[in-house]
């Protein structure tokens, strides 16, 4: 079965600076995809970045960008130029070419001002 | 406006009785899916269903009952057989298919039993 592991339940960050969160993953297939999610207070989950399994270029939106290293299972989310509006629970998540997600146990963000 | 709703927002029962909490999607996926999620964890696979009139258990499937007698809807029933149902639960739906498609969410529902 696939896992997905957040090792940081907490991380914090000062207004502007750069934060990566963690994420690995264990799976025996060569294709599948990943995704971070972010939960902010109101609970309403909302989509922040996929990743195509057989893409080598790492994924990007905005201030968003992952470091995708497939042989080492590897996903971590790196969010530059912090906000305040970016302070949520973020989950990575998994999905084999077909069929249903696997979600990590979440990393809740703390943004200072 | 596209989207999944679910309701109500907050549900409120005694113990020993069944609930059923509604999940509706009019973005035409045929895919959708039942989670729920515990104070500070992760969210946890309930049941999906693929197509009308298929559905697959989840990871916490005991005590919890739904049906897919339509595409637009997923409702998902706690029966008195779950130990502990006093939880957050959420609604998504998807395209079927292979490939990075996002699972959207519904707003959820936060039913308290007592």
């Known amino acids: 079965a696939q896992t997905v592991t957040q090792s940081q339940p907490e991380m914090s960050v000062q207004e502007a600076e750069t934060v990566t969160l963690s994420c690995t993953y264990d799976t025996s297939e060569s294709d599948y995809y990943l995704f971070w999610y972010k939960q902010p207070p109101s609970r309403q989950m909302i989509l922040v970045i996929r990743?195509?399994?057989?893409?080598?270029q790492n994924a990007t939106e905005n201030r968003f960008s992952v470091n995708f290293q497939k042989a080492a299972k590897s996903f971590s989310l790196k969010i530059s130029d912090s906000q305040l509006g970016d302070a949520a629970m973020y989950f990575c998540a998994y999905r084999r070419s077909y069929g249903k997600l696997t979600f990590g146990q979440g990393t809740i963000l703390t943004v200072h001002p | 406006d596209g989207g999944i709703t679910q309701s109500p927002k907050y549900l409120f029962r005694k113990e020993g009785q069944n609930v059923t909490l509604s999940c509706e999607q009019n973005?035409?996926?045929?895919?959708m899916y039942w989670y729920r999620q515990d104070p500070g964890q992760g969210l946890r696979l309930i049941y999906y269903s693929q197509i009308v009139n298929d559905f697959q258990k989840g990871d916490i499937a005991e005590g919890y009952s739904v049906s897919r007698e339509k595409k637009e809807s997923f409702p998902l029933t706690v029966t008195s057989a779950q130990k502990n149902p006093t939880a957050f639960y959420l609604c998504a739906s998807s395209i079927e298919g292979a490939g990075a498609y996002e699972q959207y969410f519904g707003p959820g529902t936060r039913l308290t039993v007592t």
């Open positions: 990743q195509e399994a057989y893409k080598q």
């Open positions: 973005l035409n996926h045929d895919a």
